[in-house]
């Protein structure tokens, strides 16, 4: 099993541009969320999904899209970058949203906004 | 008051020594409390989690959770380089809309 897998490792955005940062995962896991992780703050939850289909909102969900059309793949957008959306992304699974005490992080997106 | 407090660090110690990390929560209805380590530009690895009060050791690690005083512990004994990392403590509970509160993390240092 590859687990928990995100690409790019790294990104630079201009303001204004979009992209999306991919997550997927091979373990069947029900649940996928979004964190980001900055100095000082911790770990904030962004989005998160309890099954294919279904999603909703985090801590800090505003700037952020996401969609979850397969079981495997829990894609991040960015619609419109903004330097104070520079931060280190994780994406994480577990099997269940109502069982989250073994959740796997993949190794994280890099964002850098100028 | 954020639901998970992390003692600030960082945090240095000679190899050998016994490390002792801290938090603590706000919230009774937390039932799971893990531990994650995270080298430097990687993501967080579950270390191990305890589930209500109590103990759980594994190798040089022991988790310890006292949920009368709501205080979460890592105990690492025989500390090695290798352990040098970030430490993030995380607590959670059962049912739908269940989430995982994160501690700040404390940065772990341990001298050669």
Redesign the interface.
Known sequence: NAG?TQTPKFQVLKTGQSMTLQCAQDMNHEYMSWYRQDP????R?IH?SVGAGITDQ?EVPNGYNVSRSTTEDFPLRLLSAAPSQTSVY?CASSLS????????????T?LLVL | QKEVEQDPGPLSVPEGAIVSLNCTYSNSAFQ?F?W?RQYS??????LM?T?SSGNKEDGRFTAQVDKSSKYISLFIRDSQPSDSATY?CAS?Y???????T????ITLSVRP
Do not use: D, I
């Not at chain 1, 000082?40 to 770990?43: F, V």
């Not at chain 2, 059962?94 to 995982?100: P, Q, V």
């Open positions: 928990v000082g703050m911790g770990l939850l998160y985090g994780f949203g109502r069982r989250q005490e073994t959740q796997y992080f993949g190794p994280g890099r | 799971y893990m994650y530009r990687k993501g967080p690895e579950l989690y589930y993030l959670t059962t049912g739908a809309n269940s989430k995982l994160f501690g700040k993390g």
